[in-house]
Nanobody, 126 residues
Framework: HVQLVESGGGSVQAGGSLRLSCAAS?????????MAWFRQVAGKGREGVAD???????TYARSVKGRFTISRDNAENTLYLQMNSLKPEDSGTYFC???????????????????WGQGTQVTVSS
């Protein structure tokens, strides 16, 4: 039974930083699979923010490139998202997701990822 548990969300002012964490359990050899972060704003669809493949190669949405960094600690089965220079439009619920493929390349959407965490709220005020 795969479990993904996010933490690290909160409220910050524009320009601030947050670091999200996602602890994976029940996910054998999680380092061998693609993992990603999605976010959702109320009334809108889920948007891919960043992903990292089994080889460690990251991909970012254009809106966060240069401000967000995705990383993974394979020994600890933990995925991270360092978010700097936050903007109000970054506000939303952030989800940690896991794949059954080692590598996944865009274009993809949220339906391609079978495992989801419960989400953590990020609020950026202007």
């Amino acid at each position: 039974h795969v479990q993904l548990v996010e933490s690290g969300g909160g409220s910050v002012q524009a320009g601030g930083s947050l670091r999200l964490s996602c602890a994976a359990s029940g996910y054998t050899y999680s380092s061998k699979y693609c993992m990603a972060w999605f976010r959702q704003v109320a009334g809108k669809g889920r948007e891919g923010v960043a992903d990292i493949n089994s080889d460690g190669s990251p991909t970012y949405a254009r809106s966060v490139k240069g401000r967000f960094t995705i990383s993974r600690d394979n020994a600890e089965n933990t995925l991270y998202l360092q978010m700097n220079s936050l903007k109000p439009e970054d506000s939303g619920t952030y989800f940690c997701v896991a794949d059954i493929l080692e590598n996944r390349y865009q274009p993809y959407d949220h339906t391609d990822f079978p495992y989801w965490g419960q989400g953590t709220q990020v609020t950026v005020s202007s």
